[in-house]
């Protein structure tokens, strides 16, 4: 058979299916005829078309295992990917249906793992080191880097080489065994009952089970249980003590052998009122409690294979089992109990979370302004390719339900979905459930933020430096960090803002970017146009912040404004501009501003003690004017420089994969650039090239430190350098060949 080279294919490759119907395994025939089929006439169809003669294809088989695996997976399911056969397009019929093939079958398989794909066909294309990685394993049978994929974002949380204590989320593999035993249940629910009614006679907190309404009118302990109620009984808010206690008598019953969680830190959990995913058994269906177990069921095998049957079946499940009365969003909760990894939960927190931080829309197709099975897996299907991205604010759907428990709105605003279901009443006389919002909102823990946080986070800074910026903020009340560019003043101006609150909380720090045709009604205050096509008055980033610090007192606000030379500070400040000063924060020193209050009533304005301003600035930008002196006045200033040395080649070769033995080499050419800039009296020190433009936001791959440098020179230090020298471009040329001779 014909296998491309590795660096001669930058076509897609194809992983594809070869099972109908979940098990009719169509491997021999597809070998024998040298072909490959669409299992579906309705899906796929496209995507089959788009295959070209020439592109390699294989054929995979996903799977997830816990055990018998070439690593320690520390008890967690591993998503494995198995290659059994390898072959190329040699034509395409163009039906939607069908590809002839040259096939080679691979015996034994090979087993891939991590980078797996939910569905029947899957174009990968090159380019990334994850599918590079992939293509290279499947097609050229090179080894999978395996202890890079287990120590990516996405994964390193459940497989990678951390230190013990660094562990996060332990409490996952508990309530995945939970379920799991629970699901041995499912056709023996009389004895799961009898069971959490024993339990219910020694322990405290399960009483609420004994409040059934049956159907001849007596009450009782309920006769029948759903998983995710069941789950629910140490998932309510009651105090951390009875939660370990219930979880322990419940894994005892079950038989599980996972220690109990210590900390239950980021789960959602269901409102004493409302935690029941089921009616009193007199208004109650008789499907009800089964369309639990089923979407239950069809919920662990879709979190547990890789294919389009099983999110099929999950789909019809999880919509059967929607809308019913005492399910709504905690339907979500209970998915994400029972699979953490595979599973978002739409609790309020999390709501909020994706749709105003992340920015991902959730759909609300289903009854009762929730969500349908397409809205639900629309979301995760956007959610699960980001959490790859190392730069993304979160890589699970552990991590995002703790960060959606710290998270707070900055802007105060209602939720823009799930906010309010107290006017969402279901059908029945079930008082609680109009009335109870479904997830209990807790106390949020403090996550603490020092200068060895920053240090830790990859500033080049000595410590005392460090000490001396966040003095003169405290003391100043306005900052702002001044360098040439890449000197990495963006990426500190919010660190610092954390390390001054001394924890970091997001919902405290307001950003904004300066530029020309930001006005004064965009930052503090101005008339914006309403839905009903009237003008209103509305408060900008800044009176947002104003008003956010004046609420609370004991706690530090942040603005942090970058490029701040890039607007004019003093038309967009205004009148508050004199409020800035360190000695005017006081009522005595308040201001009307411009606008009156959204009713139309004018109060003056003070800037309170406890919100600071933190600004940057580039100063090697000649298009900008000079500050106005009035602004200069009432910051304090302080220049940033290139920082290359010790700090920067340690955290270069240590967390960035830069060649050992090149990054000294690096450091020096740089270094004789940055002279050469300084001594030039056309440009000066603040045109040096700054340590941002030579760290790499993201490790490099084996062998490709010198490939990413001279990128580097190319596309941004180059053009940095043509306009620098704009009147002497041979100047700049020269310059650029001095960084890359002899490389």
Known sequence: MNIKTENSSAQASWFVGASYGGTDDQLPRFLSEGIWENGYEDKHLDVVRSMRPGDQIAIKSSYTRKHGLPFDSRGQAVSVMAIKAIGTITENLNDGQRVKVDWTKIEPVREWYFYTHRGTVWRVLPGEWMTDGLISFAFHNKPQDVERFRNAPYWRERFGTVAADKHRFGWTKFYEAIADKLLTYRANRAALVEGIREISVRVDGLGHLAEDKYADGTTGFVKDICPFTTMGLFNRGIKDSNRKIIATELAKFLGVDEPVPETFEGIPLLNNLKSWYFPFEINRATDHIDALWGVFAAGIAYADTDDDLAREEFAKAFDSANGRRGVAWNLTFGLYWIRPWAFLSLDH????????????????????????????????????????????????????????????????????????????????????????????????????YSVDDILKDGCFLERNEIDRLLDRLRTKKNLILQGPPGTGKTWLAKRLAFALMGQKDESKVRAVQFHPNLSYEDFVRGWRPTGEGKLSLADGVFMEAIKAASKDPSSKFVVVIEEINRGNPAQIFGELLTLLEAGKRTPNEALELCYPDADGKRRPVHIPENLYVVGTMNIADRSLALVDLALRRRFAFVGLEPRLGTAWRDWAVKECAVDPAL?????????????????????????????????????????????????????????????????????????????????
């Not at 897996?377 to 980001?386: F, G």
């Not at 710290?406 to 006017?423: F, I, N, Q, R």
């Not at 020096?668 to 936001?697: C, M, W």
């Open 349 to 448: 927190n999390s709501q909020l979370y994706v749709s105003k931080k992340l920015g991902v829309p959730i759909g609300m197709h289903g009854p009762k302004r929730r969500c349908n099975s397409a809205d639900y897996l629309a979301v995760m299907d956007v959610l699960e390719p980001r959490f790859q991205e190392t730069a993304y604010p979160v890589h699970s759907y552990p991590e995002l339900s703790l960060e959606a428990w710290l998270y707070k709105d900055p802007t105060d605003e209602k939720s823009p979905v799930g906010e309010d279901d107290a006017g969402d009443v279901d059908d029945g006389d079930d008082a609680t459930e109009a009335t109870a919002p479904e997830d209990v909102h807790v106390a949020v823990p403090i996550v603490p």
């Open 663 to 743: 990054v000294a080499d690096i450091e020096h050419r740089i270094a004789e650039l940055n002279d050469q800039i300084a001594a030039d009296a056309r440009l000066g020190k603040q045109f040096r090239i700054g340590h941002s433009y030579v760290t790499p936001a993201h490790r490099l791959e084996a062998g490709d430190t010198k490939k990413w440098f001279q990128q580097v020179v190319e596309t941004e230090i180059g053009p940095l350098l043509d306009e620098y020298w704009f009147d002497a471009p041979d100047e700049a040329q020269k310059a650029c060949a001095r960084l890359l001779q002899g490389w």
